[in-house]
């Protein structure tokens, strides 16, 4: 390459900004088109996503983490028979199917006793959040979970389950609190989020506004040691003013925000 | 009353016309999650069959949604203009199609229509209508809107400039407005998503975009896209709103979940206007909606979500609003599964939106977990693009790092102007030119910073500083 050739791609010169969000940026142009480097990556970025989407939950994999940590584990099947039926069918979702249901019931000694708090764990639409980070979420919960005192539910695996899927977990272990850990939506740069739910007083047909949820757990996001900071906040004060959800959240949110109006494009 | 179709020696039997509405409607995930959609193809054909021989005067006796349950419905019933709609009084819903592709139907006759359609008659005739019957007809419909920008006029295509950003970051927000700016982005508005709903964070939002606005003089408005009570406390704490925004829905119920209704919206409006911040008109509400928001909200009365949908964009009309756009693809696979079905509705949308008078941008996007990916979206966006579409998203190649979805990018609204011949809004232009962002009407060939924002990034800490 003797020659100088004029570039093919037309670079940004301000790809210094990038240092300032995850935002795609400064990706350059080939005449007005997106160029083949950044193409490709976002193809793979949306390939990982979708795969994440798909994957099946690996219930043997998340069984024998939580057998290390000590706890055994209840696997479960939502009524949703496969992904394409849990992806057309959000009411299938959030209920147990037969054999489930049944064995659930089937295995609780005393109706009467009842536990303090149900952990589940639910493939959601991220089975790659799930492998990830519900297990290792669990090293840093569980041990906080100890000074409690509270009594522990078996912790369920449900495969092809919704968030709501935990309240007849919940209903049928007699639960006084739910804690669903779930594969959130996955976004383009973050295909392996998780998020916990926390419902107190589950029941069939508790809404979304009965509940708090902690998202963005994840290598980039949110911490182990952050997020369990948070829901112990959560689980302690639902416990204590028995409640969750929309009246819950409103106290939590104290922390103070740094507002700032300037940046660079205003300040002189 | 009951509606039927005989097809050979089988007699398909709709029992009102919310359901004959229901199971003419093209295949959708929503309306079969929420059992309402046709059970065989042959039942949807009949149903549209029988629609397609419904006088249009029919709507105006028959509502889908009781009138004394719904303030939508009363609406759209007492706002019904009949001179306007005395050209296609004596129509079905199939001449009505017929009349709407003739060639005396013309931009003029469809503007003057739009106050005598209902959204129920439009959303009728969409659902007998094809894809290239969708773009033909909005192609021929006129809708032009004004604040410091024009928008709408024939052959100009313009984007909101989104750059949103996880945790509201100044810089981070400064950063992908100016990516945008530099790929001539933002003649429909710079927009924000925010991540908090905290009253004094969207203030800081509103006041740093006016400040690029009026320093950099960008002939356009900003919008920071939170809820309309937000906004309402906003104007009263001085903050310098120029677009006032909301999330809308098609019943009474649905925009209850959305925490408002007319009352508070005209409220809204009111308050927006006396700030009197337009230079060259008083279009400043900007409507956001998607087929699915009434069903999701449990609020659809046993009505298809593609009617739904059209009945939100009565709402829209009654405050002129500057911007209205379908969030097509956002809602999830449980109510539009697959490219297939977008792209369908997101041309629905923009048709029945047009046909009702209304300024249609559209948000071509979609979710990782629907079946869909980019392809999908160059198909619809190339559609909108032919059908006349008023704007559509721009955002830092295509990933939407708050909102975690995938929309179009800076490139796709570059794409479309190229293969389209489409250019930004008129004083937008001139002002991409002024600063040396376009050269002879299009993208610049070098990568120059203009001199403006050189000064600006010259202003941030070195890298290894930082």
Redesign the interface.
């Known amino acids: 390459m003797s020659r100088k050739t004029p570039a093919l791609v ?5 790809g ?12 350059g ?1 080939s ?4 160029p083949t480097h ?1 193409h490709l990556a ?2 793979l ?2 390939a990982q ?2 795969d ?2 798909h994957l099946p939950l690996d219930v043997d994999a998340v069984a024998q983490g939580l057998a290390a940590l000590g706890y055994p584990a209840i696997r479960l099947h939502s009524a949703a028979r496969d992904r394409r039926e849990y ?5 299938l979702g959030r209920v147990l199917d037969a054999a489930s249901a049944q064995a659930l019931s089937a295995r609780r000694p005393d109706p009467a006793a009842g536990v303090d708090l149900a952990i589940v764990i639910a493939d959601g ?1 991220s089975a790659t959040a799930v492998h990830h980070h519900a297990v290792a979420l669990l090293h840093t919960l569980i041990p906080a979970l100890a000074d409690t005192g509270w009594s522990l539910a078996p912790i369920a695996i449900v495969e092809q389950g919704r968030v709501a899927v935990g309240d007849p977990v919940a209903v049928a272990l007699g639960a006084r609190m739910v804690a669903v850990l779930i594969g959130e ?7 392996d989020s998780l998020g916990v739910y926390v419902t107190y007083a589950p029941r069939r047909g508790s809404t979304d506004a009965e509940r708090n949820c902690i998202s963005n757990i994840r290598t980039a996001g949110l911490s182990y040691d952050a997020a369990t900071h948070t829901l112990m906040y959560l689980l302690r004060e639902a416990m204590r003013r028995r409640i969750s959800g929309v009246r819950l959240k409103d106290e939590t949110a104290t922390a103070q ?1 740094i ?9 002189d | 009353m009951a509606y039927t179709q005989t097809i050979g020696s089988t007699t398909y039997r709709f029992d009102s016309l919310r359901q004959l509405m229901a199971q003419a409607t093209p295949a959708r995930a929503g309306d079969v999650v929420a059992g309402l959609a046709a059970d065989t193809d042959e039942a949807r054909v009949a149903a549209q069959m029988a629609l397609a021989e419904v006088p249009l005067k029919r709507f105006l006796t028959e509502a889908l949604i009781p009138y004394e349950d719904d303030e939508i419905t009363r609406l759209i019933i007492d706002g019904h203009d009949a001179d306007a709609f005395a050209p296609v009084a004596h129509l079905t819903v199939g001449d009505f199609r017929d009349w709407l592709l003739s060639d005396p139907a013309g931009a003029a006759e469809l503007a003057a229509l739009a106050p005598g359609l209902t959204p129920e008659m439009v959303a009728a005739v969409s659902k007998i209508m094809r894809i290239q019957d969708l773009i033909l007809v909005a192609k021929k419909c006129r809708v032009v809107t004004r604040f410091r920008s024009t928008l709408g006029l024939d052959g100009r295509l313009a984007t909101r400039l989104q750059p949103n950003h996880p945790t509201d970051d100044p810089t981070g927000i400064a950063a992908s407005v100016l990516d945008g700016l530099l790929y001539g982005s933002g003649d429909a508005v710079i927009g924000i998503n925010p991540a908090s709903d905290n009253i004094s964070a969207v203030m800081a939002l509103m006041e740093m975009l006016d400040r690029i606005i009026e320093r950099y003089a960008i002939p356009t408005q900003s919008c920071v896209l939170t809820h309309v009570t937000t906004h309402l406390e906003a104007i009263r704490r001085g903050a310098p709103v120029d677009l006032v925004f909301q999330s809308i829905a098609g019943t009474e119920a649905a925009n209850r979940s959305f925490g408002i209704d007319l009352a508070l919206l005209d409220e809204a409006h009111a308050a927006a206007l006396a700030l009197g911040r337009g230079t060259l008109g008083d279009n400043l509400m900007y409507f956001e909606t998607g087929q699915g928001s009434a069903l999701s909200a449990n609020a659809n009365h046993g009505v298809d979500q593609q009617t739904c949908e059209t009945r939100a964009y009565a709402v829209a009309r009654r405050y002129r609003p500057l911007l209205v756009n379908t969030v097509v693809g956002f809602i999830g696979p449980e109510y539009l599964f697959d490219g297939r079905q977008i792209i369908r509705a997101g041309l629905e949308d923009h048709f029945c939106g047009k046909l009702l008078g209304l300024p249609m941008g559209c948000d071509v996007c979609y979710t990782n977990h629907a079946e869909a990916d980019q392809n999908d979206m160059d198909v619809l966006l190339t559609l909108l693009g032919t059908a006349g579409c008023h704007y559509i998203m721009g955002i830092p190649g295509s990933d939407d790092i708050m909102l975690n979805y995938q929309t179009t990018s800076f490139h796709d609204a570059l794409y479309l102007r190229r293969v389209l011949g489409l250019r930004p809004a008129p004083e937008f232009e001139t002002w991409l030119a002024r600063m040396g962002i376009f050269e002879a009407g299009q993208q610049g060939n070098g990568n120059a910073v203009p001199d403006a924002f050189r000064r600006a990034l010259a202003q941030l800490p070195r890298e290894t500083d930082a």
């Open positions: 037309t670079e940004d010169p301000w210094t900004l990038r240092r300032f969000t995850d935002a795609r940026i400064a990706l142009r005449g007005v088109s997106l950044p976002f193809q970025a949306h996503a979708r994440a989407v992806l057309q069918r959000p009411d639409l939506r996955p976004g383009l740069s973050s295909p925000r507002v700032s109006r300037g940046s660079f494009l205003t300040d």
